[in-house]
């Protein structure tokens, strides 16, 4: 059985080659690090990377935040 979890938020995503934008706001310095080490990756770059292989830049999606 898997566990129940509840969404808090979806907030619209979008990023390109330089910057990340959440809900409008550009996320700087240490709020970049933070949603890119959240997501799995070592740094902002290889976030950028993995994204502009992957899906391709600029990319646009949705953050969900669990609780």
Do not use: C
């Not at 990023?15 to 970049?32: C, H, K, Q, R």
């Not at 997501?39 to 646009?60: I, K, R």
């Amino acid at each position: 059985m898997l566990r129940d979890a509840i969404v808090e938020a979806v907030l619209p995503v979008k990023m390109n080659a330089a910057a990340v934008t959440v809900s409008g706001y550009v996320l700087f310095g240490d709020e970049e690090w933070a949603f890119a080490r959240a997501d799995g990756f070592s740094t902002p770059q290889a976030m950028f990377d993995w994204f502009n292989v992957t899906h391709g830049l600029p990319f646009e999606g949705v953050l969900i935040k669990w609780r």
